[in-house]
């Protein structure tokens, strides 16, 4: 996944709904490149915790093409995609800065890598196993990558030990 290449710029496309892997696939078929940033979530299911990955921006697909050649017609008409965001007549650029940082947060599937650099005193959400979606406070990072983490429960502080993939820096 490369970020830029000579000619085209980044877009944003609105997909339509529960179609984010479906436009992906028609566009990538069609020949452009995207970039669909993904993250773990865990939630609750028939009372059971279930991770799943879900797309970082629901309901938007980032797209790259030479908007000169016209081929934001085809975009728009792809199945998945309800339209590009435009402000004016035609698609407007995000700025190449954006997709490039947010690419290099990703690996090479497009999941969200958890941030390389804790410190103690940083906050965090967890967002994995019984305590996702909890705040937390940062107390310690073991050599292992073992973070050890205070979090308030039933109005006490509680010591909890996770691992860093488990943690995202607010």
Avoid at 126 to 141: Q, R, S
Avoid at 142 to 150: C, G, K, T, Y
Wanted: aromatic residues 8%; glycine residues 8%.
């Amino acid at each position: 996944m490369t970020s830029h290449d000579r000619g085209t710029s980044w877009f944003l496309a609105q997909l339509k709904p529960n179609c984010a892997n479906i436009a992906d696939k028609n566009l990538k078929r069609q020949g452009f490149q995207t970039f669909l940033p993904m993250e773990e979530e865990t939630h609750q299911r028939n009372g059971k915790l279930v991770t799943a990955m879900r797309p970082l921006f629901p309901g938007y697909i980032f797209v790259a093409f030479d908007v000169a050649r016209g081929f934001w017609r085809t975009v728009n008409s792809t199945y998945g995609i309800t339209r590009l965001v435009s402000f004016g007549k035609e698609p407007t650029a995000v700025p190449l800065d954006l997709v490039s940082q947010l690419m290099l947060r990703c690996d090479a599937k497009g999941k969200l890598l958890p941030p390389k650099l804790l410190k103690p005193g940083d906050q965090v959400t967890l967002t994995k196993g019984p305590f996702a979606n909890f705040v937390a406070d940062v107390e310690k990072i073991a050599p292992d990558r073992r973070v050890w983490v205070l979090m308030e429960i039933m109005g006490g502080q509680t010591r909890v030990a996770v691992g860093a993939d488990q943690l995202r820096s607010i």
